[in-house]
């Protein structure tokens, strides 16, 4: 299996970024975990969008979910897409219509999204074949397994985790401190986990992590790998990577637009 960032920003794009994206190989399968803004546009240059099988939701976040609506514009109007030939584009009998795993809620943000932005409401659901996930569930992709676990965010949020052959990938969605994640991503063999903020929030609910916290959950889960992201270009990476090192116990890596790693075999 194999992850590659698309886009690794926080809620607002890093200069020539994306938000939250990543492409995920294996099991026979090719995945999109999170379509945030910017990640269209950077999934173009790894692979054709029409051959994505899935796309797996982690929240409802706008720097999540915002790159769904031109994707399924892409997979709605194409000409490749059309059934009735075009000049020039013979069109297709079988449509792309990648299948689209999204948390509870996601039908009704889906909607309004499209139809706020001109669309028709169910612009989404048309392009893609939409499974919402209840978190408890195990969804088979191929080769791919998915699973989920709820994590503490101001929306319902839910860490992934991708297994193929033993080999796991687990994504920490976006999350304040918590020992659910650290449970659910035991001995993983890499946790990409969200270093979003510089310090902790002054005050209120958490919903992010420091780098420091990033590692300190990285040594409590056991993680073999430690990748940060969710962090702005703001933020000094080098300073990023130090500061997870320390609690994680050895070097972690800060995910960059582009940086692929391998996962098991
Ligand atoms: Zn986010
Ligand atoms: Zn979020």
Redesign the pocket.
Known sequence: MRITVLGKS??WQDADGAC?GYLVEGGGKIVLLDCGPGVFAKLRRFVDYVDVDAVVISHL?A??ILDLVPFASGLRYAPRQQPVPVAGFPGTDDPARPRLFAPPGALEAFAGLCAASGMTADHIEIAFEVTVYDPADRVELGGLTARFQPVPHFIAANAVELAEDGARLTFSS?CGPNEELCTFARDTDLLLIEATLPRPERDGERGHLTPAEAGEHGARAGARRLVLT?FSDELDADWAREEAGRAFGRPVDAAHEGASYQVGG
């Open positions: 926080p809620a939250s976040h720097d999540h976006d969710h």
